[in-house]
């Protein structure tokens, strides 16, 4: 297995009752309360983790979200090209650029190419559908996103693997009638594509497609029932069975020394959903395409998301929902080879340390034994027995 | 036109219709804004004593089909090309609120055989301010309480049922599951349409002046989503439109004050859409 580093770089330096008095804290928080040296100061410490992660192993990913304390990654291609400059060894993931409210996926695919030939083939491509505040701070219209995200993807793989001159695109999103990147990416024939989702249709298409497919705090069940409709479209497509390399899965993380601390910690990072994602209605559950007209009543009555969010955010139940991972490092590699079985296979663990309220020491802290502590212990593991793990994930579910 | 559907293409839109109440009366095509025509709006029913009422809703809204590719106010446009040259009637005034005024805009610019009369009720569509001005709120962006507040007169005597802008205060009072999916229809549907420019042709107020029907513009005194002085420039440019102000309501004058809507309107259409023996205080 291999461990991965995502830091969102958030600012959570706004005053509470700021927080508190503003309807969301993204798209519309006044960027009066970003201090540009604090923000300096945030950019130096993270990349000092990344040159560290170089250092032990850790694979580095990147994202951007706008206008918001929960991001200060404002452009993942101007971060990840950064980060391409100042390591050597571990590979980079850049997930993603939000392809859905850029204009121009040949522009993105330049960038990327750009970085993959910096990095001398270390880049990792994802994406992401986007959505709620990002539409708004982008002037993206939330509508039809996933039509355009694939189509997006289409441009971008094909502009990464043309390599005989211009081709033409009228696509219904996007044009370009002239299209031909210099650089050429270093990877042939591109680099890997990688995809966040656990909408069941949009994994079965990634499973067809090969890419990689990567869940953000889904737990175990939804991301079982993702990493399931990825393999049987396969199957039903008469392709190759996946390998685990094909599975990821983005859950908070804190390795202590303890325990005690582990769980301490792990409890700062909390903050990214108690506080970072406060969202205005207009922003979310009234945002056009937030839910399909069908499930609007239930949404709008409760307001529930499109995405799951995890109720309790207490730490350990945090942990007992597949949703953290915290403890010594025992504890942690013990948790994360469970979740393995449970969701059947899995090859990418990515990590999000540095996060709400973790100090940039706590996050080496944690770093350097999960590299030191950890992943010796996720390697070389035995294959998954599928008809076990799912035995045993029907019983965990019905026992809950 | 039969069983409420009007086939447009591949498209079989509800419509919703009220008989005329007198042979020669004239065929009034309404185009909706933001949500399609309940059919208890209050205005429909003394609307039809002056002539046959055709309201279907835009691809997408209501019971309507979703519009599939064609989602751009371009398509709309010939939607509602088609739907004229669909009805019996050889002459249609065409009256559009909100959102679909901007379509009647669009569609008379363009102009069609049967178009007799345009009537523009608070309608959105062009672009009057400076660039960091805007003429009207975000709808997608703005806090739903705040258009609430800005749409009506009294957002506390909008009709129930029917729903305007900032519809989203009414959840939780009787509003029905059915209703609910069938504004999230809507909403997603004009976001298609109206998201970027939002809500506005930046061409539209150089074509204006082609509209060679008589028009009349209504407005809502108390309309703080789009103001009456946008509309009166918005008149301005329609050659020998007539501007008229609604007291006492919002950006919905035919839902806050529906019975001077239609004084209004039949004043517009003239003696000959009147029934024998009708008088105007006679209306609700």
């Excluded at chain 1, 206008?67 to 391409?84: D, E, F, H, M, Q």
């Excluded at chain 2, 709309?76 to 040259?85: A, C, E, K, Q, T």
């Excluded at chain 2, 009166?232 to 008229?244: S, T, V, W």
Aim: net charge negative; charged share 25%.
């Amino acid at each position: 297995m291999e461990l991965w580093n995502h830091c969102e770089n958030p600012y959570p330096f706004v005053p509470n009752e700021v927080l508190d008095e503003a309807a969301s804290v993204r798209a519309s928080l006044p960027n009066k309360y970003c201090d540009p040296k604090i923000a300096a100061r945030l950019y130096d410490e993270v990349f000092d983790e990344y040159r560290l992660c170089d250092d032990i192993g850790l694979h580095i990913v990147t994202n951007e979200h706008h206008s918001g304390i929960n991001n200060l990654w404002a452009a993942s291609p101007v971060i990840t090209g950064i980060v391409a400059n100042i390591t050597r060894n571990v590979r980079i993931l850049s997930l993603g650029t939000l392809i859905t409210v850029r204009p121009d996926p040949v522009r993105v695919a330049e960038e990327y190419a750009t970085i993959d030939v910096l990095s001398r083939g270390r880049l990792e491509i994802g994406f992401v559908k986007s959505g709620a505040t990002e539409m708004v701070s982008g002037d993206a219209n939330p509508m039809r996103i996933r039509e355009r995200e694939w189509e997006a993807i289409d441009l971008i793989e094909k502009t990464l693997t043309t390599h005989d001159g211009p081709f033409s695109w009228e696509g219904k999103f996007f044009t370009h009638p002239h299209v031909n990147i210099w650089p050429r990416p270093y990877q042939q024939p591109r680099p890997d594509f990688w995809a966040a989702t656990s909408d069941l249709p949009t994994c079965a298409e990634l499973g067809r497609r090969g890419i990689i497919n990567t869940l953000l705090f889904g737990g175990y069940d939804r991301t079982r029932q993702a990493f399931d409709a990825y393999k049987k479209a396969r199957s039903q497509a008469s392709l190759t069975a996946p390998g685990e390399d094909r599975f990821s899965y983005m859950a908070f993380a804190y390795v202590g020394d303890t325990d005690k601390e582990g769980l301490r910690l792990g409890q700062k990072i909390a903050w990214f959903l108690t506080v970072s994602i406060k969202s205005a209605p207009q922003f979310s559950k009234f945002q056009p395409g937030a839910v399909v007209p069908e499930m609007a009543p239930a949404a709008w009555r409760t307001g529930a998301s499109r995405r799951p969010r995890p109720t309790n955010l207490d730490a350990e139940a945090l942990v007992g929902q597949g949703q953290m991972f915290a403890g010594n490092p025992d504890t942690v590699a013990r948790q994360i080879k469970e979740f393995r079985k449970r969701v059947g296979g899995i090859c990418h663990i990515i990590m999000m340390t540095r996060q709400g309220l973790v100090t940039h020491a706590e996050a080496e802290a944690s770093f350097r034994r999960a590299a030191k502590d950890v992943l010796p212990q996720l390697q070389d593991l035995p294959p998954i027995d599928a008809d076990e793990t799912a035995w045993e994930a029907r019983r965990a579910a019905a026992a809950q | 036109m039969t069983d409420g559907r009007l086939e447009i293409g591949p498209l079989a839109l509800e419509v919703l219709r009220r008989e005329a109440k007198a042979p020669g009366a004239p065929t009034l095509l309404l185009l909706h804004g933001i949500n399609n025509i309940s059919e208890n709006a209050p205005f429909l029913g003394p609307l039809a004593e002056y002539g046959e009422v055709v309201a279907p809703s835009h691809p997408g809204f209501g019971k309507s089909p979703g519009p599939g590719d064609r989602d751009t106010l371009y398509d709309l446009v010939h939607v509602y090309r088609s739907v004229l040259d669909a009805i019996p009637a050889a002459r249609v005034t065409v009256i559009g609120f909100s959102f679909g005024g901007w379509i009647a805009a669009e569609l008379a610019v363009g102009g069609h055989p049967k178009l007799e009369r345009l009537v523009l009720v608070d309608p959105f569509g062009i672009k009057l301010a400076g660039r960091e001005q805007r003429d009207f709120p975000h709808l997608f962006n703005t806090d739903p309480a705040e258009l609430n507040r800005r749409a009506w007169h009294d957002p506390a005597s909008r009709p129930t049922g029917c729903y305007g802008i900032g519809w989203h205060a009414a959840i939780g009072e009787a509003m029905s599951d059915d209703e609910m999916v069938m504004l999230a229809r809507n909403w997603d549907s004009l976001c298609l349409y109206a998201w970027r420019p939002h809500l506005y042709n930046p061409q539209l107020k150089y074509w204006l002046h082609r509209i060679n029907v008589p028009t009349l513009v209504l407005w809502g005194a108390s309309d703080r989503i789009v103001t009456p002085d946008y509309g009166r420039a918005y008149a301005g440019l329609i050659p020998g439109a007539r501007f008229d102000v609604i007291g006492g309501a919002g950006h919905h004058p035919e839902l806050e004050q529906p019975a001077a809507f239609v004084d209004r309107v039949a004043g517009f259409l003239g003696p000959r859409a009147r029934l024998p023996g009708h008088r105007p205080e006679d209306r609700q």
